[in-house]
């Protein structure tokens, strides 16, 4: 039984409390009249301090399932309360109307397809022929430069021939010309052999001249072959280039409004089969089969393996609310059962939302969650549940009523115990140290109180030595302490 919630056993006012104003009317001590108390039995207890509050118990990781789709539910495999598992279908959305769609610009497209591979094919060829024809005028631009280059060398071969010619014969000529004129009549052989080399040589060096002023343009043949190989490469790479832009537009020139079309079907198609992001628990719905959502929230999953609670806290216990700190909680469908949580997280903003299971309007306030131990809990989402923030906490002490502690005038504190003296009590004082001060009680520390002593809980009109009479006593009650 709960030690910490402790309510009085019989009536609002006790019998010495009724003499009290009788004896205020008369002007004289309540107590000469009638020396009745009530008391507590001190025991060693565990104590809290604590703040109730209470919310609606929820899943972690909420999750709206959206869609955008504007036609019928065609099955719908889940309903409120479904567990499901990460990728398992939830409903599928008559796709028919979609499916023709894609059906028909697929094959638009196809056609399309075929004509640009033929269009490709013929591409293709043009830039293998400008390939063909590169190698065709580069091979014969070579052969013209071959030609050139070998008239030239043979010209300057015959060149340097002729030069060798002319040498010879302007020395044979010398010779029979000394020998003709050397001294003394020449015979007439002589004479005509010098004659007829005189002629070879003019012969010989006509030609060697002739044949000199020749050489640049044979230098010239050979430029311009080269020259016009040049060309001819420059011009077969262009016909090349020109047909490969041509392959190269093929990929711009493709129908990309129709494929758009295709990708943006397909996406809402694959949207039609509507699977679960994360393992949890359908809490809401809004379709059903045979439908046409009317909102884009089709559905709600939440994680129903962690639990917490978001509970509203006034302005005057916020401040005192700190994550970490310990949670009791308890649910009407659950009884006296409590279950164990923690302060998770603390919003030190006021807020206003909508509770999501009644749609009605949330009061403003600071908020908190508070998540529960999964090990034990029994608690379903959506039940109402109750929660004590425990403050503070002492186990194991010696605590009693705060009104039956008295303050003195030099700030000590203290209280009566009535002393049993054989059926006649005595009441006498007790100095006292307070500890930890909950809702009702308040432990004391730093004194000879100890258990089952009867502490006087209206020490009020009480002096020390005083015989009183225990009307009624403190008793242990199950309750939240509200």
Do not use: W
Request: glycine letters at 6%; one cysteine or more; charged letters at 25%.
């Amino acid at each position: 039984m709960d030690k910490n919630h402790i309510l009085r056993k019989i009536s609002l006012f006790s019998t010495s409390a009724a003499l009290l104003l009788a004896a205020a009317s008369c002007g004289s001590s309540p107590l000469a009249m009638d020396n009745t108390v009530v008391a507590y039995t001190a025991e060693t207890q565990d104590i809290e301090n604590y703040i109730s509050v209470s919310g609606t118990v929820e899943g972690s990781n909420m999750v709206k399932i959206t869609s955008d789709l504007n036609t019928k539910v065609k099955s719908l495999n889940v309903e409120v309360g479904s567990l499901v598992k990460e990728g398992d279908i939830l409903c599928i959305f008559d796709s028919s109307d979609l499916q023709q769609e894609y059906d028909a610009l697929k094959e638009s497209l196809d056609n399309s397809d075929q004509r640009s591979q033929t269009q490709h094919e013929i591409n293709q060829r043009a830039l293998n022929n400008a390939q063909t024809d590169k190698q065709t005028a580069l091979d014969q631009a070579q052969r013209t430069i071959d030609k050139a280059v070998e008239a030239r060398d043979s010209a300057y071969s015959k060149y340097s021939q002729l030069q060798t010619k002319v040498n010879d014969l302007y020395v044979k000529s010398v010779d029979l010309y000394n020998a003709v004129y050397a001294g003394g009549e020449a015979d007439d052989m002589t004479y005509q052999q010098y004659l007829t080399a005189q002629q070879q040589y003019e012969a010989a060096q006509a030609e060697y001249e002739a044949l000199g002023e020749q050489l640049s343009s044979y230098d010239s043949a050979v430029v311009e072959a080269q020259e016009a190989y040049t060309i001819a490469e420059r011009s077969a790479n262009a016909a090349i280039q020109a047909a490969q832009d041509v392959i190269n537009a093929e990929k711009f020139d493709t129908d990309s409004s129709i494929q758009n079309q295709l990708d943006k079907l397909q996406e809402r198609i694959d949207k039609c089969e509507v699977r679960a992001p994360r393992s949890g628990i359908i809490t809401a719905l809004s379709v059903a089969e045979g439908s046409i959502p009317t909102t884009d929230a089709i559905m709600t999953i939440e994680d129903s393996s962690a639990l917490h609670i978001n509970v509203t806290v006034n302005e005057a216990d916020i401040l005192n609310v700190k994550e970490g700190q310990k949670a009791v909680i308890t649910a009407t469908a659950t009884g006296e059962k409590e279950f164990t949580g923690k302060v998770d997280r603390v919003v030190n903003i006021r807020s206003q939302g909508v509770n999501p299971y009644t749609g009605e309007s949330q009061n403003n306030g600071y908020t908190a969650e508070i998540t529960l131990d999964p090990s034990d809990s029994q608690l379903l989402i959506g039940m109402n549940a109750k929660v004590r923030i425990i403050l503070d906490e002492k186990k194991d002490v010696i605590a009693v009523p705060y009104d039956a502690i008295i303050e003195e005038d030099d700030g000590s504190f203290s209280v009566f115990v009535a002393e049993d003296n054989g059926g006649t009590y005595t009441a006498k004082k007790h100095s006292i140290e307070k500890g930890l001060e909950t809702n009702y009680l308040t432990e004391i520390v730093s004194s000879d109180i100890k258990d089952g002593d009867l502490i006087i809980t209206e020490p009020k009109f009480i002096t020390e030595g005083q015989s009183v009479t225990i009307e009624e006593q403190y008793s242990e009650v199950s309750g939240d302490g509200e």
